[in-house]
């Protein structure tokens, strides 16, 4: 395996990851400013839901826990460059959260009872599935406190919160808010082969795809199936994990029934002091998701998304954890390249915080193969693409 030279490295970073990190920062300041806008109308519309301004520490849920807003005001100050709400999944592919208001003091339900319904609330004879590991059922009963609004037959099937049925309400509020904000010119709805909710928006750069997804933040405690840390590991630290577990998870409305577990603030403050031991794991991260965009996954809609590499760097870190391993950028870098093309090559990428759950499940496994040919070219010769 040929070494590539510093050299060859500090000219694709200057070349390539600075010019991308320019781009992308400019994108979702502009992307920002009109979501803040269409969500402060839909929340001015409806009062089930927020603007994007009010996520995490911001969120009118917890307004009234002075203690749980100062002990996250001390650990995030000075952190989270991006908005808390945003997910940059490719340059041209964004994620973003928009908070619900007016369900807090949420508890874990125990209580298992089969449910025989259609999203529209027609009576089915069979029941529906259970949920997979990244999803729940919610029953609005799990909230000490809850909005009315939250238990009616909009979105609200027999005690239980829809996901399907909020998708529907919010998608109307998208489509009625970005006329009265008059932004038809920026913002266009497009067609989901899912009930997901997705708009272009149009920056100065170029075109963005954003999926828009209602969330449940639930700030006050963890899911007992997301078992972590696992035993006997030395990565992360056990005062950076516990103050992980304290910024809590939130629910997703991403499917017809159930709802999709979320720890974007854990995964945020994971990535937070990454190098502080002056270790290179952040410079790795950075030109492994560059060369993934401009060489092995390419595209406005790749397979394999920079939360994918995310998720390959935690393993990675987990595995070694020891400073001395993150010292050789060459060695390191190659070392999460081979850990990438392994979960591609077995199209399976555990989740980092529920492990039974594959990441790349539902992936094409024809364009997972085409990756991982040219995961294989780059690891027999590993050289930087300047063009």
């Not at 991403?254 to 502080?276: I, K, P, V």
Request: proline share 4%; with cysteine.
């Amino acid at each position: 395996m040929k070494p590539f030279t510093d050299e060859d490295v500090e000219i694709y970073i200057q070349s390539k990851v600075e010019r991308r990190h320019y781009l992308v920062s400019k994108a979702v300041e502009e992307v920002q400013k009109i979501i803040q806008q269409l969500t402060a109308e839909i929340s001015y519309k409806a009062t089930r839901f927020q603007a994007i301004s009010n996520s995490g520490i911001h969120n009118e849920n917890i307004k009234d826990q002075p203690a749980l807003l100062a002990k996250w005001s001390a650990m995030l100050r000075g952190k989270c460059p991006f908005h808390p709400s945003i997910q940059v999944l490719a340059p041209s592919q964004f994620l973003i959260t928009v908070p619900l208001r007016g369900l807090t003091g949420y508890r874990e339900c125990q209580v298992r009872h089969w449910r025989y319904y259609t999203v529209h609330g027609a009576k089915l004879l069979s029941s529906v599935r259970d949920p997979e590991e990244l999803h729940q059922w919610l029953e609005v009963e799990q909230f000490s406190k809850s909005l009315q609004q939250w238990h009616e037959t909009d979105v609200n099937i027999e005690g239980d919160l829809v996901p399907a049925k909020v998708l529907i309400v919010f998608r109307e509020l998208v489509e009625k808010s970005i006329i009265s904000c008059n932004l038809s010119s920026k913002v266009t709805m497009l067609e989901s082969f899912s009930s997901g909710v997705r708009v272009a928006v149009e920056t100065s750069e170029s075109q963005v795809e954003v999926e828009l997804v209602p969330a449940v933040e639930i700030p006050t405690c963890w899911p007992e199936k997301a078992r972590w840390p696992r035993c006997l590991k030395r990565w992360p630290s056990q005062e950076k994990v516990q103050c992980i577990k304290s910024l809590g998870f939130d629910l997703l409305a991403r499917s017809n029934y159930h709802w999709q577990l979320c720890f974007s603030r854990a995964e945020r403050m994971l990535m937070e002091g990454l190098d502080e031991d002056g270790g290179c794991r952040m410079k790795c991260f950075r030109v492994m998701r560059q060369m993934k965009e401009d060489v092995w996954c390419a595209g406005n809609k790749p397979i394999i998304t920079a939360y994918h590499l995310q998720t390959v760097l935690f393993w990675t870190c987990e595995k070694y954890p020891r400073t001395k391993d993150w010292r050789c950028f060459p060695e390191a870098f190659l070392r999460l390249v081979q850990k990438l093309h392994k979960c591609v090559s077995q199209h399976f990428l555990k989740h980092y915080f529920l492990k039974n759950t594959n990441l790349l499940k539902y992936a094409n496994t024809s364009d997972l193969d085409l990756v991982a040919s040219r995961l294989t070219v780059f690891l027999e010769s590993p050289v930087f693409c300047l063009d």
